[in-house]
Nanobody, 120 residues
Framework: QVPLVESGGGLVQTGGPLRLSCAAS????????MGWYRQSPGKQRELVAT???????NDADSVKGRFTISRVNAKNTVYMQMNSLKPEDTGVYYC??????????????WGQGTQVTVSS
């Protein structure tokens, strides 16, 4: 098992910023894609942004120009800077990572989720 520990969620006013962090630890050989997904009330979990080990990013149209995903490979950590937040960004944000462990096994891991609430 490789735990993913998230931090940085909270309550913010419309237009404000938040920064999410997610760190993987344990018996890690390599990490492929890392990313963030969110689940808003009454909706299915959706992709927000992903970043490969080489730094290529993929953002949902709804967050382009407002959210920036990045990662520090040496720290097995992914970040997401969220600016100009809107009430519709409210939800539980989950970190996701495809990890190859030291025993060569591969699995996709999820964090426990962090709540982001944007007040209008």
């Amino acid at each position: 098992q490789v735990p993913l520990v998230e931090s940085g969620g909270g309550l913010v006013q419309t237009g404000g910023p938040l920064r999410l962090s997610c760190a993987a630890s344990g018996n890690i050989f390599s990490i492929n894609s890392m990313g963030w997904y969110r689940q808003s009330p009454g909706k299915q979990r959706e992709l927000v942004a992903t970043v490969t080990s080489g730094g290529m990013t993929n953002d949902a149209d709804s967050v382009k120009g407002r959210f920036t995903i990045s990662r520090v490979n040496a720290k097995n950590t992914v970040y997401m800077q969220m600016n100009s937040l809107k009430p519709e960004d409210t939800g539980v944000y989950y970190c996701n990572a495809g990890i190859r462990s030291g025993d060569s096994s591969f699995a996709v891991y999820w964090g426990q989720g962090t709540q982001v609430t944007v007040s209008s």
